[in-house]
């Protein structure tokens, strides 16, 4: 580990969360190639270099556009920084390696489709068709789990989350189920089971929160992708760690 490396991979990912806003937000009404220089979402005016620095020129504008005085959606600091942060942690905890490669994949998938379910309630399926064959690709040149705990954790991931979502009857949907779909095929059986539970773990606390808070009433859906997003990252980083730490806790 090197702190340098770690500083340039904090500040990749503040530029790379910029850009994957960007993506979260454009993607799903496919205005995302509608215009290559980034511009005010109120006024439209296209932005000065200054205002493009992350997580500093929301500080420095305290929020707001320069020319509209709109707010600015605090989605954007908050995932530059999370951007930031995971890239430096992915980094730290696994050095130059294909795990970090995987890491950044996998932050690059999660990031802009939190972004997305937060913003629009939706998991675009054109991210999740982009970042499939990469997916793949990288199982192919490193591969653990075997191929072969990819294809079961696929299988397993569709049929569990399949089933739930006809018990269920709402919450979870269409574009819920290809996203845990990916991520059994990443993470193979026993590291999708995990995934999925902490995720509906997430969600409830998440939801009692809210409840406590009396932000909503009964009937409001919450998007799950950002708690899909979460548990993977956690699974990612700690997950063979609380699988062993678990088998130990049962023998
Ligand atoms: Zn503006």
Redesign the pocket.
Known sequence: MNTIVTVIFFIYGLVFGSFFNVVGLRVPNGTLFAQTRSY?D??Q?TLTWKELIPVWSFLRQRGR?R??K?KISLLYPIMELTTGLLAAFTYYRYGFSEQTLLGILLIALIIPLTVSDIAYRKIPNKMLLFFTPLFVVLRLFNPQPSFWASLLGTVLAFSLVFVIILLSNGGMGAGDLKYFTLLGFIFGPALFLLLFFLATLYGAIMGMILMRLKKGNRKMTIPFGPYIGLAALTVFYFGETILQWYLSFLS
Do not use: V, W, Y
């Open positions: 005010c109120t006024c005016r556009c020319q509209c709109e």
